[in-house]
């Protein structure tokens, strides 16, 4: 009897101990539960957080832009290629487009371009996972996902199929602080000699400013003034020719036109709304940073000029301004230049 009873007990606080640790269980995993619901939806409030402030200031540009094509009374927004059809790849707006993404990107260079180009690559395959160095990611994106290296625009297939696309992709184009950008280029482009088609171009602009001067590359001020004496600005080098010579905003209806200063917002709406990790363009570690260094570097270069060459230059891009919704910037003297019109 004892023996039996022994037994019970031990089988009783088995059982026991077997119920006590499953409700145990049981708690912890509804405490975890709550806790990845409490964090999923923490992540999911600071996207939507982010994301309303940045959708609210890119419809603001949006209206900018169309406000400012119907006062400069060009032609109302046409999605179609018959305007570009006659004249050559130079002149069209510099269009990159991938089937896989449905996704129409207009080139601006120093504006953030290589990454979307280097999206592209990797999304349609033609890179396996790992960024292209500057030069080969042009190069291959020339090749695989240029829209005027893909169709031809005197082919009425290939003409209907451009305007398809425009029609059905979601279409992004990217800005910056217009002089701060011819910062970026000079610094990038002309002011060292790591790229050697834009050092003799560096050069060039040197010995036609100052042709008694020894050899050597141009200065800010000889750049600028390379840039004041070209009257066309359709001729200009892409990377700083204005916005609007490049990506026909006043034809072309962006779904979206992200701002290099607003880079991380930006991002994540239009990587939410092609369906992407945000990641996968930008990282926002140490942005606030490297904005401040490119604020340092602005200020540094524009006063190193004479004030009526700050104030030319600024005349020369202030509709970029006015259209893309910049204020202006704060060294120009022009007094009805102090605030934007």
């Not at 957080?49 to 400012?68: G, L």
């Not at 701060?180 to 036609?208: C, G, M, W």
Request: aromatic fraction near 12%; include cysteine.
């Amino acid at each position: 009897m004892m023996k039996h009873r022994s037994i019970l007990f031990l089988l009783g606080t088995t059982i026991l101990i077997g119920a006590l640790m499953c409700i145990e269980r049981y708690f912890v995993t509804q405490e975890l539960t709550v806790n990845q619901k409490t964090q999923h939806s923490s992540l999911r409030d600071r996207i939507v957080s982010t994301a309303q402030p940045a959708e609210e200031a890119n419809a603001k540009r949006k209206r900018k832009i169309e406000k400012f094509c119907k006062l400069k009374r060009f032609s109302a927004l046409e999605m179609t290629v018959d305007s570009w059809s006659a004249n050559g790849v130079h002149s069209r707006p510099r269009l990159y487009f991938t089937d896989s993404m449905k996704l129409i990107f207009c080139e601006t260079p120093k504006c953030g371009t290589t990454q979307w180009r280097n999206l592209m690559l990797i999304m349609d395959g033609h890179l396996n996972g790992f960024e292209a160095g500057p030069e080969d990611n042009f190069e291959m994106s020339m090749k695989h996902n240029f829209m005027w290296t893909k169709f031809n625009l005197k082919n009425q297939t290939h003409a209907s199929n451009v305007n398809e696309r425009l029609r059905q992709y979601y279409k992004i184009m990217t800005t910056r602080e217009p002089l701060e950008r011819l910062v970026s280029a000079y610094r990038d482009k002309l002011e060292t000699n790591k790229n050697h088609f834009y050092y003799a171009v560096s050069k060039q602009i040197h010995k036609v400013a100052n042709p008694q001067s020894p050899p050597g590359p141009a200065s800010f001020e000889e750049f600028i003034d390379s840039i004041l004496s070209t009257k066309s600005r359709m001729g200009l080098d892409p990377h700083w020719k204005p916005y609007s010579e490049l990506c026909s905003p006043c034809k072309i209806n962006y779904d979206y036109v992200a701002k290099m200063e607003m880079v991380y917002d930006d991002t994540t709406v239009i990587t939410r709304n092609i369906g992407i990790a945000r990641d996968r363009i930008y990282n926002a570690t140490g942005r606030e940073r490297v904005q401040e260094r490119r604020n340092e570097l602005f200020h540094e270069y524009y006063l190193r000029l004479p004030i009526a060459k700050r104030d030319a230059i600024f005349r020369y891009y202030k509709d970029q301004y006015d259209m893309f919704d910049y204020d202006y910037p704060d060294f120009i003297s022009d007094s009805k230049f102090n605030k934007n019109e």
